[in-house]
């Protein structure tokens, strides 16, 4: 976003354009629902128009492996290999190991398939080497044929970790590694705040900066993540906020909330137990002044004049990627929707 | 061995002796051939009585993974889980691990099976813990419902190192660590030694130490293992052959080498490259002035006068272990002879 392209200004503007060959486009992406998107988006734009950078906040270390939940989720959606029974992990997949896990009593509480297994033990060995996780990503998604950019947020380690407690139930305040909430708790703690271990001395990645500063940029899509666990440790990279602002770029995010729930994952939970209302408006008024374009569901269409009445200019759609022509339609949309609200002499 | 008890007082005792509830025996193993008398072993004596020392040289790094594999022949032998069909390996196994390696382009040549992966994931996180590597097999060995002290020769690096080269084809010397050579390059290269880095500085295990002090020591068994790679570095240890020689225990080893050839891996073919005779004959004196005495197959008894004549008492038998049954018959004939060796007042 650029402030001095108002709102108001770039609320006027319904002239359809097209994305010119030297624009490009930058989604912030998380978890199933972000990769969902980011599979849309790579159907309409090509690999020079598009790049996706993933939060690497929830990446941890389980049995002396390095794992990155999301990369590993755009790794496979993005190459077709994504396991859509299960909704995580991969196609296909094996527990032999799992199995061995459990016969050795070791931890066994986060499910590591035989196949996925393979990125997690070269990436721990490759991290060993010196390498970095943006060079490793690289090399992933080149070896299952993914073209578009995925770009680790940072190369540093940066780890949510959710507040829980203060409640009747649950008193004290407590820390936990996202993925022990998550995963091992099922999301059960009441949430009450939380922190990004490392964001402060962490550097985005260079790839994200650098888009990011680039003149071509014409939007930035945040994907329908968690805002708290997947786009906020984006933003709260040093300099990724205020690049964001300085950028010309038309900032667009999807709502995650639809019809008062998450499509996936604890998002809806957690705004509860925030006591935040679980609405696009909410998830709007989260983001704030970050945003140029917001764009809700059909669903939630009673929410767009609360919205809108902020100056915020509002999408109306179908969200709901239930399949690929769906996913690839929204894609083309939000892009749409994004250069309508680009000023001519952008 | 006892050098006060003469190998000739020795040879003449022929009165059949029973192992008391006090005495003890120690095995000295190595790979597959080594862990058939192993598991032949644990089935005649109680695990107060018999402890296997297991090399450890041929341990290595392979995608960041620590690599025990004489340890894991045991461990998977010992507890029913060997994979009989392909020789080495789990029972049951799986493969989508490597297939996802060969996927993501990187090196395959050394096979890891899904259910196998666990010891090593398990086991190269402990080390990272700081474990030690007797600590972690003894955790395995117990989660695999396994009764007998499996032990590592040493918690220290060794690393066995192949000589090849100085042949017409083959004119340059070179260094390979010992699973490139056995695995990668399937045996082929010319052997003309073998190195133990590490081995000046490693420290045997405790517990081998221990037992090699042990009063009650009757016995050490040299089970029918490659002498030059997986024995080798075990009496390469520093003070592991002074102990040998100063335990009363009689010191008896088994030929790895029946008619001409070797049961399992590459002993012949080195011996023959090393200008050595392919017969028990040569194997008794490599170990030398170590053995009290030595075991042979009935296919070799033309050796037996041969080897008998320098003053080491041979037992001539049916060493082929087919099947359990053979094992445990052959372990209980070895521990007899053992017996008939020592001198009435020990």
Redesign the interface.
């Known amino acids: 976003m650029n402030k001095i392209n108002t709102r108001a200004k770039a609320k006027t503007k319904t002239k359809m354009k097209k994305l010119r060959p030297n624009q490009k486009i930058l989604a912030l992406s998380g978890g199933v629902g972000g990769a969902k998107l980011a599979l849309g988006l790579t159907q309409v734009l090509p690999p020079e128009q598009l790049s996706i950078v993933i939060n690497s906040a929830d990446d941890f270390e389980h049995?002396?492996?390095h794992i990155s939940p999301d990369i590993d989720t755009h790794l496979y959606a993005l190459s077709n290999r994504d396991n859509q029974q299960l909704g995580w992990g991969?196609r296909?997949?094996?527990w032999?190991?799992m199995?061995?896990?459990g016969?050795?009593?070791?931890e066994d509480w986060f499910q590591l398939?035989?196949?996925?297994?393979?990125?997690h033990?070269?990436r721990?060995?490759r991290l060993?080497q010196g390498q970095n996780l943006s060079g490793i990503t690289h090399s992933?998604a080149e070896?299952?044929g993914i073209k578009h950019a995925l770009i680790p947020m940072s190369d540093d380690p940066v780890r949510t970790m959710i507040k829980t407690g203060s409640t009747e139930d649950q008193p004290k305040h407590e820390y936990m590694p996202f993925q022990r909430y998550f995963v091992q708790h099922q999301c059960q703690p009441v949430v009450t705040g939380f922190h990004f271990e490392g964001v402060e001395t962490a550097t985005a990645s260079k790839q994200f900066m650098a888009h990011l500063a680039d003149p071509a940029l014409a939007a930035v899509i945040i994907c329908p993540s968690n805002p708290y666990v997947s786009i906020d440790p984006i933003l709260a990279l040093p300099d990724v906020r205020i690049a964001l602002i300085e950028s010309p770029a038309k900032v667009i995010a999807i709502s995650p909330i639809v019809g008062g729930a998450a499509i996936k994952g604890p998002a809806a939970k957690m705004m509860k137990e925030l006591n935040v209302p679980v609405n696009p408006a909410a998830v709007a008024a989260h983001y704030g002044e970050l945003l140029d374009g917001f764009v809700i569901d059909q669903l939630d269409s009673t929410h767009e004049k609360q919205i809108s009445s902020t100056g915020l200019p509002v999408l109306v759609t179908d969200t709901m990627m239930i399949d690929i022509d769906i996913k690839q339609l929204l894609a083309q949309k939000i892009i749409d929707f994004a250069l309508s609200l680009t000023s001519s002499n952008d």
Request: negative net charge; hydrophobic residues 40%.
């Open positions: 049995l002396g492996l991969r296909d997949e094996t032999s190991f199995d061995s896990i016969e050795l009593n070791d398939g035989d196949r996925d297994l393979a990125l033990i070269l721990t060995q060993k992933f070896s299952f």
